[in-house]
C-alpha cells in the first residue's frame, strides 16, 4: 500500500475499549498514511468505560500500529482528554518519539497552531460529570445495537439510519448552543493572537473561519471514530478533512457472540490488552 505524505494528521475520540469504536477502520487509516506528527487529540482510550473483558484485539492492533508508526521515525503527541484524563497527571512525559500533553502549541509558515481536547471549555463536563459517565455507558450500547439495525436496513435496501446522531442532535447542540463553546475556544484563540485552533470532544468534524470584534481565527474540530470515522490532515500548507470510506464489513464472530451476551445478561469473555 502506497501511503500518503503528511506533516501532520490529528485524530481525536477514537474511544478504544467501548463497543462503538471503529477499530479497523482507524487502523485502516493509520496505515494508509505516512505523517511527519501524529497528534492524538484526547479520548484515544476511554478510561471511563475501560473493562478488561472487551478489550478486543482488534483495538490492541490500533495500540501496536501506533507504537509501529513510532518505530519508523512517526513522532506521536498525545493530548489528553476527558475520558482519559487519568494521564493528565504524567503530562510532560517524553520517551523517544512519543510526547505526553494537555496542550500543544507550535508555529508553522508563519502561522500559531493551538491543539487541545476542548472538555475544559465544556461547561456540561464541569458541572455535570457523573451525569456524561452515566450516560456514556447507554451511549456506547446504543451505537452497538445501531450497527446490527443498520445492517439489517442495508440488507432490505434502506438507508443507515444514526441513533446517536438523531439524540445528540436534540441533546449535545442545544448544550452546545447555550454553551457557546466553539465561540468561546475561537474567542480565547483570538485573543491570544493564534491562527488557527484544533480540537476534538464534540464529535463534529469541521473548518471554518470565525469571528469576533476583535478578529478571526480558523476553528478546526477533527471529528471522532466512533460516528463520523474522520481526521484532519494538514500538508503543502492546507487542512482538510478526511472521511473514512465506507465498506462493508460483516461483523466478527466475537463481536456478535458479545454483543448476544450484553443482552442475555451473560457472563463476557475476558480479553488480555497486551500480546506484543
Known amino acids: 500500500m502506497r501511503k500518503?505524505?503528511?506533516?501532520?494528521?490529528?485524530?481525536?475520540?477514537?474511544?478504544?475499549?467501548?463497543?462503538?469504536?471503529?477499530?479497523?477502520?482507524?487502523?485502516?487509516?493509520?496505515?494508509?498514511i505516512a505523517p511527519r506528527r501524529l497528534i492524538i487529540n484526547g479520548d484515544f482510550i476511554d478510561g471511563w468505560q475501560f473493562s478488561k473483558k472487551y478489550f478486543p484485539e482488534s483495538h490492541t492492533r490500533v495500540l501496536q500500529r501506533v507504537?509501529?508508526?513510532?518505530s519508523e521515525g512517526v513522532k506521536v503527541i498525545y493530548l489528553t482528554g476527558n475520558h482519559d484524563e487519568m494521564l493528565r497527571r504524567y503530562s510532560g512525559f517524553q520517551i523517544g518519539n512519543f510526547q505526553l500533553k494537555d496542550k500543544l502549541v507550535l508555529e508553522l509558515d508563519?502561522?500559531?497552531?493551538?491543539?487541545?481536547?476542548?472538555?475544559?471549555?465544556?461547561?456540561?463536563?464541569?458541572?455535570?460529570?457523573?451525569?456524561a459517565k452515566l450516560g456514556g455507558s447507554g451511549y456506547d450500547l446504543l451505537i452497538l445495537l445501531n450497527r446490527f439495525v443498520n445492517?439489517?436496513?442495508?440488507?432490505?435496501?434502506?438507508?443507515?439510519?444514526?441513533?446517536?446522531?438523531?439524540?445528540?442532535g436534540g441533546v449535545k447542540a442545544a448544550l452546545r448552543h447555550i454553551n457557546n463553546f466553539e465561540q468561546t475556544v475561537a474567542d480565547i484563540a483570538i485573543e491570544n493572537d493564534y491562527n488557527y485552533v484544533i480540537c476534538g470532544h464534540i464529535h463534529e468534524p469541521v473548518i471554518k473561519e470565525m469571528r469576533n470584534s476583535s478578529g478571526s481565527v480558523m476553528?478546526?474540530?477533527?471529528?471522532?471514530?466512533?460516528?463520523?470515522?474522520?481526521?484532519?490532515?494538514?500538508?503543502?500548507?492546507?487542512?482538510?478533512?478526511?472521511?473514512?470510506a465506507e465498506t462493508e464489513i460483516e461483523i466478527p464472530a466475537?463481536?456478535?457472540?458479545?454483543?448476544?451476551?450484553?443482552?442475555?445478561h451473560a457472563d463476557e469473555k475476558k480479553i488480555t490488552l497486551f500480546e506484543l
Open 4 to 32: 500518503r505524505a503528511l506533516e501532520f494528521a490529528v485524530i481525536s475520540d477514537v474511544h478504544l475499549g467501548t463497543y462503538g469504536c471503529h477499530a479497523r477502520e482507524i487502523e485502516q487509516y493509520l496505515r494508509s
Open 67 to 70: 507504537l509501529k508508526m513510532m
Open 110 to 131: 508563519g502561522k500559531k497552531f493551538w491543539f487541545f481536547h476542548g472538555d475544559v471549555f465544556d461547561l456540561s463536563m464541569q458541572h455535570g460529570k457523573w451525569l
Open 151 to 168: 445492517r439489517l436496513l442495508v440488507r432490505f435496501g434502506y438507508e443507515k439510519y444514526s441513533f446517536s446522531k438523531k439524540v445528540k
Open 219 to 244: 476553528y478546526l474540530n477533527s471529528g471522532d471514530w466512533v460516528e463520523n470515522l474522520t481526521a484532519l490532515e494538514y500538508a503543502d500548507g492546507e487542512w482538510s478533512i478526511y472521511h473514512y
Open 254 to 264: 466475537f463481536e456478535s457472540e458479545l454483543a448476544a451476551n450484553i443482552f442475555q
